[in-house]
């Protein structure tokens, strides 16, 4: 079971510190950084996490990752941003379910 599976702030931090650790042994450990880029969004330091997993597209991108970063900036009300990066996870993993249902509550929150 992951950190943020069993959630709770103290839990997040012990997750963020295991990451930190984890990555002064080898800075650039792309799971790593996707992993410490989404306990950084759920402790809100939405700006660090974006910049984090941003890197990791660049390295190696995944529908996952794309979606990780979608679910960021529709967390910050950047819409379009985050529509784009999951039309790119849908170009990468057409089937991807979470992608199609963010779409189309973008699309809903766009018509208000």
Known sequence: ???????????????LFDFSQCLIIEEYYIPALKEKAIVLCLLNKIEEALEIISYCITKEPSATVY??????????????????????????????????????????RKIK
């Open 1 to 15: 079971m992951s950190y943020k599976e069993l959630g709770g702030f103290d839990k997040l931090k012990k997750a």
């Open 67 to 108: 979606h990780n970063r979608g679910v960021m900036y529709f967390n910050i009300g950047m819409l379009d941003l985050a529509e784009s990066d999951f039309q790119n996870a849908l170009l990468i993993k057409p089937d991807n379910e979470n992608s199609l249902i963010a779409i189309s509550e973008i699309a809903k």
